[in-house]
């Protein structure tokens, strides 16, 4: 068997070699009924699919690791369908077919608003359940697991690195690794200055409940940043004892609620692993990615949690890549990938 060492080295030669390799992978549609999802506050489609990427030629019953990818705002297994075998995942299980192979699974996660960030929510459904409790098993069921190293993997970008993060946290049992690339997270950074917007600022009693009003009748704002801060909102701020309402960090008369921010920042995965040592289990594998030029400073709140996990028994790493917020996900997400499966438990 290949050490460690020399498992990473081919793998990260392989990938500088290769980065735009042509690929010829396989991919099943499987179709998931979405049952947690059935009865959701929005009455948004329970029934989803989610795309299967494999090495060509390999067979259910052979084993793979199996990394489930969770795509960012607004993003879905759907445009991945589209694609068929040639979409960039298959750059991706081209790159460890030959070494250790790969199964990537890509999840649909969208609201009304545009995206879950895969969390369980009043205000929209339960779509960490969705991912860990009914996505996963059909995912087992189907297909035989590699039996060495981290498996499943918990993998996702910018909303979906957020999302791959919190199920990580919250689920230590289900998902020994994550790689995260550009996750949502350092909300001061990422997400205050958004809130602090005229057009956030200047959304009425009015428009949040047009935006909150039953399925067929509900009218979502134009402003795309507005539909954005609504649909986290949703995600982070459910309004309790009333399902698909949530509350908005300003009253009706405009004034800032620190109380909801508070809110907000307890969904807020550097906080949460700050304030909680033991946020991330001690053989859990973490990789997190931020972009240098990224636009929204995902990057500065991945390093942070970074710095704090150097001290603590979790292996992990972060690698700030080259580009912008969306650049290169294909070598970002071979490059994490590697760098799990180099360090097995």
């Known amino acids: 068997m290949l050490s460690r060492l020399r498992l990473l080295l081919w793998i990260t030669l392989l990938i500088v070699a290769f980065p735009l390799a042509a690929a010829a992978a396989q991919l099943d549609v499987l179709e998931i009924p979405g049952v947690v999802l059935k009865g959701n506050p929005l009455g948004d489609p329970a029934a989803r699919r989610v795309a299967v990427f494999k090495p060509d030629g390999l067979k259910d019953d052979q084993p793979a690791t199996l990394v489930v990818y969770l795509p960012g705002w607004g993003g879905s297994s759907e445009p991945a369908i589209a694609e068929g ?32 960030q895969f969390l369980n929510s009043t205000a929209t459904g339960r779509y960490a359940d969705y991912v860990g409790d009914e996505i996963l098993p059909i995912l087992n069921a189907r297909y035989a697991a590699s039996k060495t190293g981290p498996n499943p993997i918990i993998a996702g970008h910018s909303s979906g690195g957020y999302g791959a993060v919190l199920l990580a946290i919250r689920r230590h049992e289900t998902f020994p690794a994550v790689v995260a690339l550009s996750p949502d997270s350092d909300f001061a950074t990422t997400h205050k200055p958004f809130t602090e917007q005229p057009s956030v600022r200047a959304v009425t009693r009015a428009d949040l409940d047009a935006a909150m009003a039953p399925p067929g009748s509900a009218n979502l704002p134009e402003d795309g940043l507005v539909r954005l801060m609504m649909g986290l909102s949703a995600n982070y701020t459910p309004t309790r004892d009333q399902p698909g309402h949530f509350d908005w960090v300003y009253d009706d008369n405009g004034h800032w609620r620190p109380e909801i921010w508070q809110r907000w920042l307890d969904q807020d995965p550097y906080v949460i692993v700050r304030d909680h040592a033991d946020a991330f289990a001690p053989t859990q594998r973490i990789y997190l990615d931020g972009a240098e030029h990224d636009e929204f400073g995902a990057n500065i709140g991945a390093g942070k949690i970074y710095d704090i996990l150097k001290s603590r028994p979790s292996p992990s790493t972060f690698y700030e890549s080259p580009g912008h917020h969306g650049d290169n996900l294909a070598g970002r997400l071979a490059r994490g990938l590697g760098w799990v499966l180099a360090n097995p438990n």
């Open 85 to 116: 075998r040639h979409a960039w995942f298959g750059m991706v299980i081209d790159q460890f077919a030959a070494t250790i192979p790969v199964r990537i699974a890509v999840v649909d996660g969208r609201s009304r608003y545009g995206g879950s």
